[in-house]
């Protein structure tokens, strides 16, 4: 008899690229919400989900994730294996370890960026799963780990390697299998974030945040350092860690302009005031959100809900969860057999 986590993996691989409706519509209750008691307009949940190695997104509606019994949970999943279009990026070596998952919009289209540590980097289209560019760093090991990509309005793609000490930007704006870039060290790099209102590329290391300035060609660009702020320390003489980067969508001001970003370090979760220059914590919900190891961080403008996730102990590896955290008002959910690395609202930006 196949296991949970083989069924579980058959029934996703059976629904990848499937592009199923994501508005959440089912009939309010008296609450204002659905009858699981999820706000009204709840985005899908996204998640990079290590255990059977796929991107997928999720029912909000469902409290329980659990796909043998109900398929119809995954509205969406996505493996490069056995995909057409992504055999030379050796996914049977580089696609271990799903490691980022976010969603962007570029020219009317829709696209997933993700990235696993052991080499995969690529930016899918949505819904067909198709590819618009990707790139295998070292494959087959963790030399490089890339752990975090952004989509630049040119349509180029930044990428962050926490093993490699790296920030890389690709012109895959010249094509699928486009291979020049540009590079530049930082310590650490976990995450990344494309400013347009200051033309700026934000990115997290260990123990700062940075931005670099875009310049050269589309076909040839650079990079430049522009500036940076070390990070908050939560022990003394420890490194801070720096690990998630996402826009506060909540923050938003005019003309689409961010004037906070979520950052999390191994000791707590913080937004960064980017006109005033420094690291907070006045923001609503920050006593059960800040919390040791989020792996993830990420709001909602429409609901005002926060989702987080965090490792959960006795899995198969450490930093895996079955659970993802959900704040004001506080939930939870939860992925039978997950092994879930970040999770993030379907909200693309």
Not at 241 to 247: A, E, I
Not at 322 to 332: A, D, I, L, M, Q
Request: aromatic letters at 8%.
């Amino acid at each position: 008899m196949p296991s949970r986590r083989g069924v579980l993996l058959g029934a996703l691989v059976a629904g990848v690229g499937a592009g199923l409706p994501l508005a959440a519509a089912s009939p309010a209750g008296a609450s204002g919400g659905t009858p699981g008691g999820v706000p009204r307009r709840t985005p899908p949940v996204l998640l990079t989900e290590q255990a059977t190695q796929q991107i997928l997104v999720l029912d909000p509606r469902r409290r329980v994730w659990d796909a043998e019994r109900d398929p119809s949970v995954v509205r969406w999943a996505f493996s490069p294996t056995r995909r057409k279009g992504y055999e030379d990026l050796r996914p049977e070596e580089s696609w271990v370890y799903p490691s980022e998952s976010k969603v962007r919009r570029l020219k009317g289209r829709t696209y997933v960026l993700t990235t696993a540590s052991f080499g995969f980097v690529a930016v899918v289209d949505y819904p067909s799963g198709k590819r618009y560019w990707g790139a295998a760093l070292g494959p087959g090991d963790d030399l490089f780990n890339p752990h975090s990509a952004e989509l630049l309005p040119d349509g180029n793609v930044a990428v962050a390697c926490s093993t490699g000490a790296l920030v890389r930007l690709y012109a895959a704006s010249q094509g699928p299998r486009a291979s020049q870039y540009a590079e530049v060290e930082l310590k650490g790099a976990h995450g990344l974030h494309w400013d347009g209102a200051r033309q700026v590329l934000w990115a997290i290391g260990d123990d700062e945040l940075v931005t670099y300035e875009v310049g050269g060609t589309r076909a040839r660009p650079t990079l430049t350092r522009r500036s940076s702020v070390g990070l908050p320390v939560g022990t003394p003489g420890k490194t801070p860690g720096g690990h998630d980067l996402f826009p506060v969508a909540g923050g938003v001001g005019r003309g689409g302009r961010v004037e906070r970003l979520w950052v999390t370090t191994n000791a707590a979760v913080f937004q960064y005031d980017i006109g005033g220059g420094g690291f907070v914590q006045d923001f609503a919900g920050a006593e059960e959100i800040s919390r040791k190891s989020v792996k993830a961080v990420g709001d909602d403008p429409r609901t005002g809900q926060v989702l987080s996730t965090v490792p959960e102990a006795g899995l198969e590896e450490t930093w895996w969860t079955t659970k993802v955290s959900v704040h004001r008002p506080r939930g939870e959910y939860s992925l039978v057999d997950g092994g879930i690395y970040k999770a993030r609202w379907f909200l693309p930006r």
